[in-house]
């Protein structure tokens, strides 16, 4: 019988670029991947006025791949690989359509690519899209292409690799659209340099760069494609050091995002290790995250570059990564040790190593240098001279012996101290959480679990059960949505103090009979002008007592209502500072209150009118109290902007606070300050609770309060910070 043959109109170039492409900086996303996947260490992307530059260190493209494998639409080659040439990385395309990438991005494309197994001979090659899409047939569509001697330089000043140039581009590249791009990406990217030898751990050391004229363009690409290394929720930095008596000492720090700092010192035990330092970072990634990172892209991350590596001198040890468990936390984990052998007992809590975190959780890296340590050694002699720290001749791990062996003490101690941390953290956060708080830990506790067995059940199986706990876990939080805002509710009344309920019951009815009691002295006749006088002075003080207890009221307002206590809203910043320091100003006569330097645009997370006002309240009454004996009694309110963090500073010439100490000025019931009978019955501190409060309301809002150092001319400085989400 006879037959046609399909045939394939060119337009068919553009309908592919739009409906499978779709946005443009997954466009763009795609030319990046294609230096990953050409096992390129540096991508370059460099955004002109009118062009776009993707440059690459990867293996370049022969003439004859840049014909079967560039040049062919849907070409499956990946797909069938599965794994880059040379570094053995998993490639991420498979369907052959990422050069459609350029006709989506503009309307010229220009690529230049040089392969590695011929460095002298480069191939230029150039489309026109629009002449392209003219072709009757897509297979008549023409590429013009020319070979010559080598004259491009790649990423990192490689002689091999790939550049792509688009000219004329079909879009307007603006900031949002470059974040969307790391956001793509970002995941490429391990956590740490690799820097290692050539045949060591390559694979694991690829970066990408973002150039443009625009300073802030750039700034918020570097902030989004490494914000997975700011989503942790506690980081360890710890530092060795050996003595002249040989005695081995770590400093370390834990920082949480959400609480205070902590400082501890440890030693190891015989310690034939001179120096190493640390940080990990551990992670707690469930409900949502900011950057726009999704939790699971962030989980398959972790699950691939996390557990804590080790670099020598700047080269990373491959044999520490994600699947050596080194320090033993996945062994504890199995067999479920709740007990520390490492730390003290006075530092135990019982069963606190349950908060030992897996490796899937961590993000860690620790630095020495075998080099420097086996110089320290061979001048020392004797027994010194063989126990030092020292690489295997495969230059993959370290010789594990003494020093070997403190180094793991040194960090899985801190480890251990992070757990007891937590346990306790955890013990004191239950008691005043509400009924449902401890399902939800249990929950997240299983989420956890189930995540660091996920290899060892049924993929079917752990999704669906993966499912369900994330149902729970979301329908537990808008329970607890409901709290927070009853929450925001009590902390208001608590701040203005319990006589508020009386006072809007009460105060009018009061004020009217105070009033009435002022008429009426002032009718008495009398013909004794000392009587008169007396009278007189004795109204005008009645009237002043009218006039200040009608002023109280204003710090009530907002309680009763309701509009105020329920609507959530993202609030001004300077509108509510300065409504807080007019009501606070009318008790505190003499104060200056200064908000000049809030910036007009800042506003405050989410919540509400009487949330804020009461944290501000609170914070400005201190203040006020404290620079009731200076001279020139003066608060300066203003606010700082640095990337996405926002801050608020109250600012007083008073008294001062130990910042040593300040934290424990949050707990409930601590005073330092002396305040007045007088200013008590007027709501103006002394309780000892409002700080407790603040930071309770704060918490609640994704904010945190805190004392820290203050500016020239000052002795205190409340802050309130904030991380503004994207």
Known sequence: MPSFKFSVDSALLKELGERLVGKPHIALAELVKNGYDADALTVVVRLDEDSLTITDNGHGMSKQEFRDFWMRIGSTHKGREGFSRLLRRPLTGSKGVGRLAGQFLARKLTIHTVAKDNPGLELVGKVDWDEASKATDLTEAEVEYDELSRVTTFAANSRCGTKVVLHQLNQKWEKKDIEALAREIWWLQPPFRANAPTGLDRANDFTVRFETADESITEAFEAQITAILSLYSVKLRGRLHRDESGTGRVDLVMEREDGPTVKQSYEVPECRLNNADFEIRIYHLHRRQKYGIDVSTAREYLNEHGQVHIYDAGFHLPYYGPSQDWLGVEQDHAHRLSASQLLPKEMQISHGLNYLPTGSRLLGVVHVNTGAEKREAEKLGGLEAHQHLMVQITRDRLVDNTAFQNLRYAVRWALDFYAMQEAAREFEDKREKARTEPVLDKLTEIERDLESIRDRVDANLHARLSRNIREAIEEIDEDNEQRVREAGLLGALATAGMSAVAFRHELNRQLVLLQKSIINLRRVQTTDPELRKQLHDIANE??????VTSSTQALFLGVGDRESRERIARLRAKSLVESVCRQVQLLSPGVSFDTTAIDP??????????????????????????????????????????????????????????????????????????????????????????????????????????????????????????????
Request: glycine share 10%; no cysteine.
């Open 542 to 547: 009645l009237e002043g007592w009218h006039r």
């Open 601 to 726: 645009k800042v506003r405050f997370p989410e919540g509400t009118f009487v949330e804020w006002s009461a944290i501000v309240q609170n914070l400005l009454v201190n203040a006020a109290n404290a620079v009731l004996d200076s001279a020139i009694p003066r608060i300066e309110i203003s606010s700082t902007i640095n990337g996405t963090n926002r801050a608020i500073l109250i600012q007083d010439n008073g008294k001062g606070v130990d910042l040593a100490t300040s934290e424990e000025l949050f707990s409930p019931f601590v005073r330092r300050l002396i305040i007045s009978q007088a200013r008590q019955a007027l709501g103006m501190g002394g309780s000892g609770i409002g700080l407790t409060i603040v930071r309770m309301l704060a918490g609640n809002r994704r904010a945190r309060v805190n004392f820290v150092e203050p500016q020239e001319g000052f002795k205190t400085a409340a802050r309130i910070s904030w991380i503004e989400t994207i």
